[in-house]
């Protein structure tokens, strides 16, 4: 697992022992970003469920002006910080339960949500973004999830919605309207 591109490309990064966390593969990540490629640099980005931090570590490696790193597990927040020390990069890294985080109102412009499979995580914390409205307008929302997850209807009045598949992951976009 390395970082794609920008000042941190190639930094190799640390994955976990384990089987509780899931990195993005590398082929998902580089068509994330993409996908979000002219809307990285300068913004204010989450990356909730962070695991080892990679999706926003590309982001600031790509000129994200900050990113913030959630997670409730302990060992996920050593990786990350890990990850950000190898790369050369700080950023605030938060260890607590991701849903609650999103309660503080903080404003992002790139939201990256990426959480444990089957849980439910998904769908929950897309309505959590809009509920609290942290998502910025013109800002983005990516949620990685299986294809079969059923994620809430985005109202049009909030934004537009794209889905994008790749194998076993499904990546849906949300794009929030500038009014």
Known sequence: MRVITGTCRG???????GMDVRPTTDQVKEALFNIVQFDVEG???LDLFAGTGQLGIEALSRGAAECVFVDSARDSVRLVQENL?????????????????LRTR??????FLDPPYGTGLDAEAMEAVKEFDILSKGGIMVCESRPE?????IPAEYGSTRT??????KLTVVT???D
Do not use: H, N, T, W
């Not at 930094?11 to 022992?17: F, V």
């Not at 050369?88 to 991701?98: F, K, N, P, S, T």
């Open 11 to 17: 930094r190799k990064l640390l994955e976990p022992a």
């Open 43 to 45: 913004r204010k980005a």
């Open 149 to 153: 997850a059923v994620l809430p209807e």
């Open 106 to 111: 903080e404003k992002f412009d790139l939201i």
């Open 176 to 178: 929030r309207s500038v």
């Open 85 to 101: 020390r190898r790369c050369g990069l700080a950023a605030r890294v938060i260890q607590c339960d991701a849903l609650g985080f």
């Open 164 to 169: 994008y598949r790749y194998g076993k992951i």
